[in-house]
Protein backbone atom coordinates (compact mmCIF):
# COMPACT_ATOMS: atom_id res chain seq x y z
CA UNK A 1 0.00 0.00 0.00
CA UNK A 2 1.28 3.34 -1.26
CA UNK A 3 1.70 5.62 2.22
CA UNK A 4 -0.40 9.20 1.95
CA UNK A 5 2.29 11.09 3.34
CA UNK A 6 6.74 10.52 2.83
CA UNK A 7 8.60 9.66 5.60
CA UNK A 8 10.49 13.37 6.43
CA UNK A 9 14.13 13.61 7.77
CA UNK A 10 15.09 16.60 9.58
CA UNK A 11 17.41 17.21 6.79
CA UNK A 12 14.56 16.92 4.63
CA UNK A 13 12.35 19.72 6.54
CA UNK A 14 15.33 21.88 7.31
CA UNK A 15 15.70 22.23 3.01
CA UNK A 16 12.58 23.95 2.90
CA UNK A 17 13.27 26.79 5.79
CA UNK A 18 14.41 29.74 3.34
CA UNK A 19 17.75 29.88 3.49
CA UNK A 20 18.34 26.54 2.21
CA UNK A 21 16.14 26.90 -1.19
CA UNK A 22 16.85 30.53 -2.09
CA UNK A 23 20.51 30.81 -3.22
CA UNK A 24 19.10 28.31 -5.95
CA UNK A 25 16.46 29.61 -7.03
CA UNK A 26 16.70 33.71 -6.32
CA UNK A 27 16.99 35.02 -10.02
CA UNK A 28 13.58 33.30 -10.29
CA UNK A 29 12.05 34.77 -6.61
CA UNK A 30 11.76 37.82 -5.26
CA UNK A 31 14.48 39.33 -3.84
CA UNK A 32 14.87 38.99 -0.09
CA UNK A 33 17.62 39.50 2.43
CA UNK A 34 18.28 36.50 5.00
CA UNK A 35 19.46 37.74 8.46
CA UNK A 36 20.97 35.02 10.34
CA UNK A 37 22.67 33.90 13.21
CA UNK A 38 19.51 35.85 15.34
CA UNK A 39 20.67 36.37 19.19
CA UNK A 40 18.87 34.46 21.65
CA UNK A 41 17.57 37.88 22.94
CA UNK A 42 15.79 38.58 19.60
CA UNK A 43 14.60 34.82 20.55
CA UNK A 44 13.14 35.45 23.82
CA UNK A 45 11.83 38.78 22.80
CA UNK A 46 9.19 36.91 20.13
CA UNK A 47 8.25 33.99 22.97
CA UNK A 48 7.80 37.27 25.39
CA UNK A 49 3.60 37.86 26.03
CA UNK A 50 2.16 41.07 25.09
CA UNK A 51 2.60 42.98 21.76
CA UNK A 52 5.15 45.50 21.89
CA UNK A 53 8.06 46.79 19.89
CA UNK A 54 11.78 47.05 21.15
CA UNK A 55 13.26 50.91 22.13
CA UNK A 56 14.81 52.71 19.23
CA UNK A 57 12.82 50.67 16.74
CA UNK A 58 10.01 53.68 15.40
CA UNK A 59 12.57 55.68 13.95
CA UNK A 60 11.34 58.44 16.31
CA UNK A 61 13.81 60.16 18.75
CA UNK A 62 13.71 59.64 22.72
CA UNK A 63 12.71 62.42 23.88
CA UNK A 64 12.49 63.32 27.27
CA UNK A 65 9.38 65.25 28.17
CA UNK A 66 11.23 67.72 30.58
CA UNK A 67 13.45 70.44 30.17
CA UNK A 68 17.29 70.49 30.01
CA UNK A 69 16.84 72.44 33.33
CA UNK A 70 14.05 70.85 35.19
CA UNK A 71 14.23 67.74 37.53
CA UNK A 72 11.54 65.25 38.65
CA UNK A 73 10.14 66.64 42.29
CA UNK A 74 11.39 64.80 45.42
CA UNK A 75 7.49 63.94 45.64
CA UNK A 76 7.16 62.21 42.35
CA UNK A 77 10.68 60.20 43.00
CA UNK A 78 8.86 58.94 46.28
CA UNK A 79 5.54 57.84 44.71
CA UNK A 80 7.70 56.36 41.54
CA UNK A 81 9.63 54.40 44.21
CA UNK A 82 6.58 53.11 46.29
CA UNK A 83 4.81 52.14 43.70
CA UNK A 84 7.88 50.19 42.34
CA UNK A 85 8.33 48.43 46.04
CA UNK A 86 4.50 47.55 46.20
CA UNK A 87 3.93 45.83 43.03
CA UNK A 88 3.23 42.52 43.22
CA UNK A 89 5.31 41.62 40.03
CA UNK A 90 8.84 42.71 38.83
CA UNK A 91 8.16 45.65 35.36
CA UNK A 92 8.91 44.15 32.63
CA UNK A 93 11.68 43.21 30.49
CA UNK A 94 12.83 45.88 28.12
CA UNK A 95 14.44 45.25 24.54
CA UNK A 96 16.67 46.91 22.24
CA UNK A 97 18.33 45.70 19.14
CA UNK A 98 20.00 48.30 17.80
CA UNK A 99 22.59 46.22 15.23
CA UNK A 100 19.18 44.56 13.75
CA UNK A 101 17.47 47.93 13.29
CA UNK A 102 20.26 48.87 11.32
CA UNK A 103 20.42 45.89 9.06
CA UNK A 104 16.72 46.54 8.83
CA UNK A 105 16.71 49.95 7.89
CA UNK A 106 19.27 48.95 5.16
CA UNK A 107 16.72 46.75 3.98
CA UNK A 108 14.22 49.18 3.73
CA UNK A 109 16.70 51.81 2.23
CA UNK A 110 17.82 48.97 -0.93
CA UNK A 111 14.08 47.90 -1.41
CA UNK A 112 12.04 50.83 -0.51
CA UNK A 113 9.68 48.65 1.85
CA UNK A 114 10.17 44.88 2.66
CA UNK A 115 7.87 42.17 4.15
CA UNK A 116 8.99 40.06 6.78
CA UNK A 117 8.99 36.01 7.48
CA UNK A 118 11.24 33.46 9.65
CA UNK A 119 12.34 30.28 8.21
CA UNK A 120 9.33 28.87 7.43
CA UNK A 121 6.51 31.23 7.83
CA UNK A 122 5.03 34.52 7.12
CA UNK A 123 2.90 36.75 9.54
CA UNK A 124 0.01 36.99 6.59
CA UNK A 125 -2.57 36.27 9.77
CA UNK A 126 -1.13 39.78 10.89
CA UNK A 127 -1.43 41.93 7.92
CA UNK A 128 -4.32 43.50 9.77
CA UNK A 129 -2.07 45.69 12.18
CA UNK A 130 -0.76 47.63 8.90
CA UNK A 131 -2.25 49.68 6.43
CA UNK A 132 -5.27 47.69 4.65
CA UNK A 133 -4.44 49.42 1.26
CA UNK A 134 -0.75 47.62 1.82
CA UNK A 135 -0.47 44.80 3.73
CA UNK A 136 3.03 43.36 5.39
CA UNK A 137 4.39 46.62 3.99
CA UNK A 138 6.96 47.84 6.11
CA UNK A 139 9.07 51.32 6.08
CA UNK A 140 10.52 51.09 9.73
CA UNK A 141 11.52 48.11 11.85
CA UNK A 142 8.74 48.83 14.58
CA UNK A 143 6.96 47.57 11.41
CA UNK A 144 9.02 44.31 11.15
CA UNK A 145 8.69 43.55 14.64
CA UNK A 146 4.76 44.47 15.15
CA UNK A 147 3.85 42.04 12.11
CA UNK A 148 6.13 39.07 13.90
CA UNK A 149 4.58 39.88 17.48
CA UNK A 150 1.23 39.95 16.13
CA UNK A 151 1.07 36.93 14.54
CA UNK A 152 0.19 33.47 15.23
CA UNK A 153 1.82 31.88 12.30
CA UNK A 154 5.47 32.46 13.16
CA UNK A 155 5.37 30.71 16.58
CA UNK A 156 5.78 27.21 14.16
CA UNK A 157 9.20 28.38 13.59
CA UNK A 158 9.94 29.54 17.30
CA UNK A 159 10.21 25.83 18.74
CA UNK A 160 12.36 23.09 17.27
CA UNK A 161 9.34 20.54 18.57
CA UNK A 162 6.87 22.07 16.11
CA UNK A 163 9.56 22.77 13.04
CA UNK A 164 10.60 18.97 13.57
CA UNK A 165 7.26 17.66 14.06
CA UNK A 166 6.46 13.98 13.01
CA UNK A 167 10.36 13.79 11.42
CA UNK A 168 12.51 10.58 11.71
CA UNK A 169 15.46 10.69 14.36
CA UNK A 170 17.93 12.63 12.26
CA UNK A 171 20.93 15.90 12.82
CA UNK A 172 19.08 19.01 12.56
CA UNK A 173 21.05 21.54 13.17
CA UNK A 174 18.13 24.63 13.82
CA UNK A 175 18.89 28.04 14.01
CA UNK A 176 15.73 30.73 13.75
CA UNK A 177 16.44 33.64 10.80
CA UNK A 178 14.65 36.82 9.98
CA UNK A 179 13.86 36.98 5.94
CA UNK A 180 13.27 40.54 4.59
CA UNK A 181 11.70 40.28 1.13
CA UNK A 182 10.87 43.23 -1.45
CA UNK A 183 7.22 44.52 -0.86
CA UNK A 184 5.09 45.25 -3.85
CA UNK A 185 1.44 44.58 -4.58
CA UNK A 186 0.87 41.19 -5.63
CA UNK A 187 -2.52 40.12 -7.36
CA UNK A 188 -4.02 37.21 -5.37
CA UNK A 189 -5.66 35.64 -8.37
CA UNK A 190 -2.09 35.24 -10.08
CA UNK A 191 -0.86 33.16 -6.88
CA UNK A 192 -0.95 29.19 -7.35
CA UNK A 193 0.17 26.14 -5.29
CA UNK A 194 1.93 22.63 -7.21
CA UNK A 195 1.90 19.80 -6.17
CA UNK A 196 3.04 18.87 -9.18
CA UNK A 197 -0.81 19.02 -9.23
CA UNK A 198 -2.21 22.14 -9.34
CA UNK A 199 -4.42 24.65 -7.09
CA UNK A 200 -5.63 27.70 -7.16
CA UNK A 201 -4.22 29.48 -3.93
CA UNK A 202 -6.43 32.34 -2.79
CA UNK A 203 -9.75 30.97 -2.14
CA UNK A 204 -11.46 33.27 -4.40
CA UNK A 205 -13.70 33.40 -6.98
CA UNK A 206 -12.03 34.56 -10.14
CA UNK A 207 -14.22 34.57 -13.08
CA UNK A 208 -11.05 34.45 -15.95
CA UNK A 209 -9.74 31.08 -14.47
CA UNK A 210 -13.09 29.29 -15.91
CA UNK A 211 -11.64 30.20 -19.14
CA UNK A 212 -10.13 26.86 -20.52
CA UNK A 213 -7.63 28.91 -22.93
CA UNK A 214 -6.29 30.50 -19.47
CA UNK A 215 -6.44 27.17 -18.05
CA UNK A 216 -4.01 25.12 -20.41
CA UNK A 217 -2.15 28.91 -20.74
CA UNK A 218 -1.84 28.61 -16.89
CA UNK A 219 -1.05 24.87 -16.92
CA UNK A 220 1.93 25.36 -19.76
CA UNK A 221 4.19 28.37 -17.91
CA UNK A 222 3.67 26.23 -14.54
CA UNK A 223 5.26 23.05 -16.34
CA UNK A 224 7.53 24.96 -18.40
CA UNK A 225 9.03 26.43 -15.20
CA UNK A 226 9.13 23.36 -13.03
CA UNK A 227 10.88 21.12 -16.00
CA UNK A 228 13.25 23.51 -16.79
CA UNK A 229 14.31 25.51 -13.69
CA UNK A 230 13.06 23.68 -10.61
CA UNK A 231 12.59 19.84 -11.24
CA UNK A 232 16.17 19.09 -11.42
CA UNK A 233 17.74 21.76 -9.38
CA UNK A 234 15.81 19.79 -6.46
CA UNK A 235 16.89 16.41 -7.66
CA UNK A 236 17.34 15.62 -3.98
CA UNK A 237 14.00 16.09 -3.02
CA UNK A 238 11.26 13.97 -4.26
CA UNK A 239 8.21 15.18 -2.64
CA UNK A 240 7.18 19.02 -2.05
CA UNK A 241 4.59 21.74 -3.02
CA UNK A 242 5.63 25.28 -4.74
CA UNK A 243 3.72 28.43 -4.60
CA UNK A 244 3.95 30.87 -7.31
CA UNK A 245 2.87 34.38 -8.37
CA UNK A 246 2.33 34.15 -11.80
CA UNK A 247 3.41 37.11 -14.12
CA UNK A 248 0.43 39.87 -15.45
CA UNK A 249 0.28 37.84 -18.65
CA UNK A 250 0.87 34.35 -17.15
CA UNK A 251 3.08 33.59 -19.67
CA UNK A 252 5.67 32.84 -16.53
CA UNK A 253 5.83 32.81 -13.07
CA UNK A 254 7.99 33.62 -9.44
CA UNK A 255 8.86 31.43 -6.91
CA UNK A 256 6.99 32.35 -3.83
CA UNK A 257 8.10 29.64 -1.39
CA UNK A 258 8.63 25.70 -1.17
CA UNK A 259 7.11 23.30 1.72
CA UNK A 260 6.87 19.85 2.15
CA UNK A 261 4.48 17.54 1.05
CA UNK A 262 3.27 16.79 4.59
CA UNK A 263 -0.17 17.65 6.60
CA UNK A 264 1.19 20.87 8.42
CA UNK A 265 0.61 22.10 4.28
CA UNK A 266 -2.78 23.13 3.25
CA UNK A 267 -3.95 20.83 0.44
CA UNK A 268 -5.70 24.34 -0.68
CA UNK A 269 -8.67 22.91 -3.03
CA UNK A 270 -7.35 19.14 -3.15
CA UNK A 271 -7.52 16.52 -0.30
CA UNK A 272 -4.51 14.78 0.19
CA UNK A 273 -6.22 11.25 -0.76
CA UNK A 274 -7.00 13.11 -4.31
CA UNK A 275 -3.58 13.78 -4.15
CA UNK A 276 -2.80 10.21 -4.02
CA UNK A 277 -5.15 9.04 -5.99
CA UNK A 278 -4.20 11.31 -9.18
CA UNK A 279 -0.28 10.02 -8.40
CA UNK A 280 -1.09 6.73 -8.82
CA UNK A 281 -3.24 7.20 -11.68
CA UNK A 282 -0.63 8.65 -13.51
CA UNK A 283 -2.79 11.19 -15.65
CA UNK A 284 -1.17 12.43 -18.90
CA UNK A 285 -2.15 16.14 -18.04
CA UNK A 286 -1.80 18.31 -15.14
CA UNK A 287 -4.71 18.42 -12.76
CA UNK A 288 -5.65 21.77 -12.14
CA UNK A 289 -8.34 23.05 -9.55
CA UNK A 290 -10.46 26.45 -9.36
CA UNK A 291 -12.70 27.84 -7.54
CA UNK A 292 -15.76 27.96 -10.88
CA UNK A 293 -18.15 29.58 -9.13
CA UNK A 294 -19.06 32.39 -6.11
CA UNK A 295 -21.18 29.14 -4.62
CA UNK A 296 -18.06 27.08 -4.72
CA UNK A 297 -17.50 25.90 -1.05
CA UNK A 298 -14.25 26.62 -1.02
CA UNK A 299 -14.83 30.40 -1.76
CA UNK A 300 -14.23 32.78 0.54
CA UNK A 301 -17.10 34.89 2.14
CA UNK A 302 -16.67 38.29 2.77
CA UNK A 303 -15.37 38.11 6.40
CA UNK A 304 -11.62 39.12 6.35
CA UNK A 305 -8.91 35.94 5.92
CA UNK A 306 -7.70 35.47 9.85
CA UNK A 307 -10.43 37.01 11.34
CA UNK A 308 -9.70 35.30 14.56
CA UNK A 309 -6.59 37.35 15.25
CA UNK A 310 -8.07 40.67 14.93
CA UNK A 311 -10.04 40.35 18.01
CA UNK A 312 -9.09 39.32 21.74
CA UNK A 313 -9.38 35.45 21.93
CA UNK A 314 -11.07 35.90 25.13
CA UNK A 315 -14.10 37.46 22.76
CA UNK A 316 -13.98 34.41 20.25
CA UNK A 317 -14.15 31.86 22.68
CA UNK A 318 -17.21 33.41 24.71
CA UNK A 319 -18.44 34.02 21.46
CA UNK A 320 -18.55 30.17 20.19
CA UNK A 321 -22.01 28.42 19.76
CA UNK A 322 -23.73 31.43 21.18
CA UNK A 323 -26.23 33.67 19.17
CA UNK A 324 -26.18 37.45 19.71
CA UNK A 325 -28.37 37.78 22.20
CA UNK A 326 -26.41 34.68 24.25
CA UNK A 327 -23.35 36.23 23.92
CA UNK A 328 -24.26 39.97 25.01
CA UNK A 329 -25.44 38.26 28.42
CA UNK A 330 -22.05 36.07 28.61
CA UNK A 331 -20.10 39.21 27.84
CA UNK A 332 -21.83 40.92 30.66
CA UNK A 333 -21.02 38.31 33.21
CA UNK A 334 -17.39 38.32 32.44
CA UNK A 335 -17.26 42.17 32.59
CA UNK A 336 -19.33 42.02 36.44
CA UNK A 337 -16.51 39.41 37.38
CA UNK A 338 -13.88 41.42 35.96
CA UNK A 339 -15.26 44.46 38.06
CA UNK A 340 -15.50 43.39 41.19
CA UNK A 341 -11.56 42.57 41.83
CA UNK A 342 -11.33 46.16 41.31
CA UNK A 343 -9.95 48.49 44.37
CA UNK A 344 -12.77 50.28 45.55
CA UNK A 345 -15.39 46.96 45.50
CA UNK A 346 -17.38 46.30 48.67
CA UNK A 347 -16.17 42.45 47.70
CA UNK A 348 -12.63 43.29 47.50
CA UNK A 349 -12.08 45.32 50.97
Not at 279 to 298: E, G, Q
Amino acid sequence: MVPLFPDLSKDAILSFQFSSWYPEFARLSIKSTVIRPLSKDFEEYLNADGVFVPEGSDDIPVRSTLSDDEGGSEEDEEEAGSEHESGDEPPPRRYAFPELDDKIRMCIKEYGAVFPKLNFSAPKDASWVLPASSPLKCTTPSDVYLLLKSSDFITHDLSEATVFDGCLDGDGDYSLELVLRKWYPVDRSREVRCFVRISQRDTNYYEFYNDMQIQQKILTAVRELWENSIRHAWDSIRHYTVDLLLTRDLSRGHIIDFNPFAPRTDPLLFTYEELLDIHLSRPSTPTFKVIDSRAHPSANSNSPAHQHNMIPFDTLTLSSGRDIDEFAAAWKDQLEIGMSGLPGDSDSE
